[in-house]
C-alpha cells in the first residue's frame, strides 16, 4: 500500500491507511521510501522528543550567497547547538510584533459585503494574510509589504533541496531583494543587536514568513471547509470568537494541515517494541498521532469540546515544537469570525475541493466561495 506519493491526499483518505497502521504496523518500514513510518500518538512524542534524533539535512545544492547563509540560521532546519541562537532569535522575534487586528487586512483582501461576488479563498487569503499579518506587526511599510510578497513564493524553495543552478540562482536572487528590506526593519524595531544576532533575526525574520505560509494557508482553508460542512451558516454569524476558538483546535485535531515530519537517527532507538537502527530516516505521522484512541477518547468524531484537544501532535513536540501554535489558532478564529459576521451569505461554490499533491501538508488546492 503507498505511503506517499503525488497525489497522497488529492486520491485517497489518509486517515483509513492511519487506522490501519495504527493497528497493524505501528512502526512501518517503508521499503518504497527506506524510512520508518511511526503512526500511535505516543511514539510520535517519543521520536519527537528524544535527543538521538536531528532534523535531516535539506540539500544546498549549488546555493551560495546571502540565501545559504540565510538558510543555515534558520531555526525550522539546524540541530544543535546552533539551534539554540536560532530559536532564541527566532522567539525574539516572534515576541516583539506589536498587535495587528485581522479584519482591516481582510477587508483590503476581500469584496465589500452587500453585493455578490465570487472569490478564490486560497489565493486571495490564505496564500497572503499569513505573511500580510507578520509583516504588520513589525511596521513594514506598504510598498515592502508589496516587495516581500511578490518575492516569497520563491523565497520558500529555501526548505526544500536545491535542484539545480537555475532554481539556486533564482532563489538567491529573492533572498537578495527580502533580506534588505527585512534588516532594515528588524534594525528599527530591534535596536542595538551584535552583528551575529542581527543576521540570526533577519534570517528568522524571513523563516517566520516562510514557517507561517503552507500550514496557515492550509488552516484557513481547512477551517472554512469544516464549518461550512458542519455548521449551518446563517447561525455562524452569532457565534463569538471563543466558538471559533475551539472549533480551530479540534480541526487542529481532526485534520491538521501538517500531516507528518521527519528526524533521522544518530542512534539505535526502540521505538514501540521495534530497534530503529542509527542513521534511520523517521516519518512521524502527527496527523495519525491525533486520532489514537489512546489519547482520544473516540478520535473520529469531531467535538469541539473536548477536553484534551489541545493535546494534538499538530504543531509537532519537543525542542522543535512551533513557536507559534497559539497565534495561529487565533489568527484563522478571527478570520473566521470577520467572514461570517461581516458577509449575510458565505457559501461554497463547488461542495468537494482538491487538494494539493503534497506530501506533508494537506492543503487545499482552490476554494470558491460565494459571499453577499
Ligand atoms: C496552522 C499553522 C501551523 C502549523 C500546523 C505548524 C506546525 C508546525 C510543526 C509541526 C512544527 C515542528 C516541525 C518539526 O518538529 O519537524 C513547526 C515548527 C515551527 N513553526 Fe509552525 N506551524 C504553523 C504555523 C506557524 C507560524 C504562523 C509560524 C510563525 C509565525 C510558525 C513558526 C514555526 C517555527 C519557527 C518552527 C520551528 C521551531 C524549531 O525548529 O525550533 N509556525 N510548526
Known amino acids: 500500500m503507498l505511503l506517499m506519493k503525488g497525489s497522497y491526499f488529492y486520491d485517497m483518505d489518509p486517515y ?14 517503508d ?10 500518538y505516543h511514539h510520535c512524542q517519543q521520536v519527537l522528543s528524544h535527543p538521538v534524533t536531528l532534523i535531516p539535512p535539506v540539500a544546498d545544492g549549488e546555493l551560495g550567497g546571502q540565501a545559504l547563509a540565510v538558510k543555515k540560521r534558520l531555526v525550522r532546519i539546524s540541530n544543535p547547538p546552533e539551534h539554540d541562537l536560532a530559536r532564541q ?34 489565493s486571495m487569503v490564505g496564500a497572503v494574510l499569513p505573511a500580510m499579518h507578520i509583516l504588520a506587526g513589525y511596521g513594514f ?38 533580506y534588505p528590506v527585512a534588516d532594515r526593519q528588524v534594525a528599527t524595531c530591534f535596536p542595538g543587536l551584535t552583528r551575529e544576532t542581527q543576521e540570526y533575526a533577519v534570517s528568522n525574520l524571513i523563516g517566520l514568513l516562510i514557517q507561517s ?50 528526524r533521522v537517527l544518530t542512534e539505535d532507538m526502540t521505538i514501540g517494541g521495534v530497534v ?54 487565533e489568527l484563522t478564529a478571527q478570520a473566521m469570525c470577520y467572514l461570517f459576521h461581516t458577509y449575510k451569505t458565505v457559501s461554497l461554490v463547488e461542495p468537494e475541493p482538491e487538494y494539493e499533491p503534497l506530501v506533508n501538508v494537506r492543503m487545499v488546492k482552490a476554494m470558491h466561495l460565494q459571499l453577499i
Not at 168 to 175: C, F, G, I, M, T
Request: hydrophobic fraction near 45%.
Open 276 to 329: 530503529v537502527p542509527a542513521g534511520s530516516t523517521v516519518l512521524v505521522v502527527v496527523a495519525a498521532g491525533n486520532r489514537d484512541p489512546q489519547q482520544f477518547v473516540r478520535p473520529e468524531e469531531f467535538d469541539r469540546h473536548r477536553a484534551n484537544n489541545m493535546t494534538m501532535l499538530s504543531f509537532g513536540h519537543g525542542m522543535h515544537g512551533c513557536i507559534a501554535g497559539a497565534y495561529c489558532t
Open 31 to 40: 521499503e518504497e521510501h527506506r524510512l520508518w513510518a511511526v503512526y500511535p
Open 16 to 29: 483509513a491507511i492511519y487506522r490501519e497502521r495504527r493497528e497493524k504496523t505501528p512502526v512501518y518500514w
Open 89 to 122: 532569535m527566532a522567539l525574539r522575534m516572534f515576541r516583539g510584533r506589536r498587535h495587528v487586528d485581522v479584519g482591516p487586512l481582510l477587508a483590503r483582501l476581500l469584496p465589500p459585503p452587500g453585493t455578490p461576488a465570487t472569490v478564490e479563498w486560497v
Open 213 to 262: 505560509h503552507d500550514a496557515t494557508k492550509g488552516l484557513l482553508s481547512l477551517a472554512l471547509l469544516h464549518l461550512l460542512c458542519r455548521e449551518k451558516a446563517d447561525l455562524l454569524a452569532s457565534q463569538d470568537i471563543g466558538f471559533f476558538l475551539s472549533f480551530v483546535t479540534e480541526v487542529l485535531r481532526y485534520d491538521s494541515p501538517v500531516h507528518n515530519t521527519r
Open 141 to 178: 511599510s506598504d510598498e515592502d509589504v508589496e516587495l516581500v510578497l511578490g518575492q516569497l513564493s520563491t523565497v520558500l524553495r529555501i526548505m526544500r533541496p536545491v535542484e539545480n543552478a537555475e532554481a539556486a540562482r533564482a532563489l538567491e536572487a529573492a533572498v537578495d531583494r527580502v
